[in-house]
């Protein structure tokens, strides 16, 4: 019996490990890696303009112009089933511009120091933070959600869904509905607009 579990969890650790699909690059544009809808997304990035929009493939693709920024910057891109992580570093800092293509039905998890990130097209949690700059979230249908809570410590919060427009110091709102979502955002200095 204990024969017959030690190769059952053997054979399970090879499993998950054969589902693991690791990709780096350096300089290079496109980088793409399949990946299921529904799954969960962490991403950490580099400061920059950076985008993330929801696609129907099933599919994760980074893109920029290579040729302006060939062989600076450093893409990693780890698969475990439908767990993905994407870390994103040595971003040039004269106006770089990242467009990240994920599965539109995904939850993210985001962490960016500085820059602007624009997160749209895309149905599920989100818990995105940045700690100066913009970030805008296209939300999509406020019903959605369950619970919604943005926050600035300094700057100003606006979320035309919800009928909220504020400025100044350590600003937040929370919101609780009828969905199945949830929303985190924040700002430690910028802006934060939830659309």
């Known amino acids: 019996m204990r024969i017959a579990f030690a190769v059952l969890l053997g054979i399970s650790a090879s499993l998950v490990a054969a589902q693991e699909n690791r990709i780096e690059a350096v300089g290079k544009s496109p980088v793409e890696a399949k990946f299921v809808a529904g799954g969960d997304l962490r991403f950490d990035l580099c ?24 062989g600076r910057v450093k893409a990693r891109i780890i698969v475990k089933g439908n767990q993905a992580e994407i870390r994103v570093t040595d971003c040039p800092h004269n106006n770089f511009q990242l467009r990240i293509e994920v599965p539109k039905t995904s939850d993210l998890y985001a962490r960016m120091f500085a820059g602007e990130l624009d997160v749209r097209g895309v149905s599920g949690n989100k818990d995105v933070q940045l700690r100066a700059g913009q970030l805008n979230i296209e939300m999509g249908d406020p019903a959605e959600y369950a ?45 934060l607009d939830l659309r």
């Not at 869904?161 to 504020?166: F, L, R």
């Open 147 to 191: 619970h919604v809570d943005a926050s600035v410590n300094s700057g100003e919060v606006n979320a035309s869904p919800y009928g909220v427009d504020k400025g100044g110091l350590f600003r937040s709102f929370d919101r609780s509905g009828p969905g199945k979502y949830r929303l985190h955002a924040h700002v430690g200095a910028g802006e």
């Open 47 to 70: 400061s920059s303009g950076i985008e993330i929009v929801g696609r129907d493939e099933p599919m994760l693709r980074l893109s920029f112009d290579s040729q302006r920024y060939e």
